[in-house]
């Protein structure tokens, strides 16, 4: 694993898209695992930047998101197909039938689990999963618990993942109780894996991430056993690289 610690939370968004931005100029038709949340925001906002001055296009590459929110209208402005139409989607050349996010309104929730994971399947695999990381160590809406599900799933929310993202609803009532996430077996299927976490907040998450100990406690853990997994962190996280990179 490596360990690269930036100055800033606008050094980290500027590294990580030019880190996709390169990977699309080599593999147009790269296939990309993306997350929603607040530490990608940065990244998205410099994609679309790189994108309007002609300097990566999505024309070519497939989309996959992280998980949504069950039972949920994917036009719902608390729908993460909103969050990545605002804040990606419709500000770049991606074709909308590559834009893939699990659908919020599927009748059959586990079918819908089933036919996402067979997607990414059938696209050949993912090539970069860009990842969020919870303060717990979550990793899309895979939480700490003594077992964890490998493939695309329904997952009831916990009290503290409601409590936690239930403001712009109004309401813990108003909220969505269930998610669909990709699994940690999905996850882990990537071919090459950016982590990316900012502020003090997540600094008991990557000292977990960074401690040669996996615990299905932390679902983040696991990521230690990929072979090509990137820690992007700022300064504020609180962790230092001491001038070194973590390599194994
Ligand atoms: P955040 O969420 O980027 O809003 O901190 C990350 C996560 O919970 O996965």
């Not at 309007?52 to 994917?74: H, M, W």
Request: glycine share 8%; aromatic share 6%.
């Amino acid at each position: 694993m490596n360990l690269i610690v930036k100055e800033s939370y606008d050094e980290l968004s500027r590294y990580v898209a030019g880190e996709i931005a390169a990977l699309l100029r080599g593999n147009p038709q790269a296939v990309l695992c993306l997350p929603t949340g607040n530490t990608p925001v940065g990244t998205y906002q410099e994609l679309v930047r790189l994108h309007k001055e002609g300097r990566v296009s999505f024309a070519q590459c497939t989309v996959f998101n992280l998980d949504e929110y069950y039972p949920i209208d994917p036009s719902d402005p608390n729908s993460y197909r909103s969050f990545m139409r605002k804040n990606l989607f419709d500000h770049v050349d991606i074709r909308p039938g590559s834009a893939n996010i699990p659908n919020g309104e599927a009748k059959d929730a586990d079918e819908e689990c089933r036919l996402y994971e067979q997607k990414i399947r059938n696209s050949g695999g993912i090539d970069l999963a860009l990842l969020g990381i919870g303060r717990n160590g979550h990793i899309g809406f895979n939480e700490p618990d003594r077992e964890l599900l490998l493939e695309t799933h329904v997952v009831t929310l916990t009290e503290s993942t409601l409590q936690a993202n239930c403001e712009p609803f109004g309401s813990i009532e108003a909220m969505p109780k269930q998610a669909l996430t990709m699994g940690l077996g999905t996850i882990m299927s990537a071919k090459r894996i950016i982590v990316i976490a900012s502020g003090a907040s997540k600094k008991f998450a990557v000292e977990k991430m960074l401690s040669s100990r996996i615990t299905t406690d932390v679902p983040a853990t696991l990521l230690q056993l990929h072979p090509d997994v990137t820690l992007v962190i700022d300064k504020a996280v609180g962790v230092s690289s001491e001038g070194t990179r973590w390599t194994r």
